[in-house]
């Protein structure tokens, strides 16, 4: 059963990449493109983590948290680039 849920899981998380990636180049505007790149790093860290149950390994949750961090730093360093077209003052 739970491998039942994990292949659900990870195929429905597979078409949220490809949407979020649509999206991403064909987005109406700047804070559309930048808002759908949050959610594709999002969407990355569940199906490492998808990926690391089904494996019964640690590792993969290591890289989940070391993306996390990157894709808060790069959304807040994107955000601060459009408000004020310089990242640091």
């Known amino acids: 059963m739970l491998n039942l849920a994990l292949a659900l899981g990870a195929a429905m998380l597979g078409i949220a990449v490809v949407l979020n990636v649509w999206v991403l180049f064909r987005g109406p505007d ?31 949750f290591e890289a989940a948290l070391l993306i996390a961090m990157l894709g808060f730093i790069s959304t807040v ?13």
Not at 45 to 51: D, F, K, N, Q, R
Not at 81 to 87: E, N
């Open 30 to 60: 700047l804070p559309d493109r930048i808002l759908a790149l949050d959610t594709l790093y999002i969407n990355a860290i569940a199906l490492l983590v998808l990926y690391g149950i089904a494996r019964a390994t640690t590792s993969f």
């Open 77 to 89: 360093a994107l955000c601060k680039y459009l408000l004020r077209g310089d990242i640091i003052e």
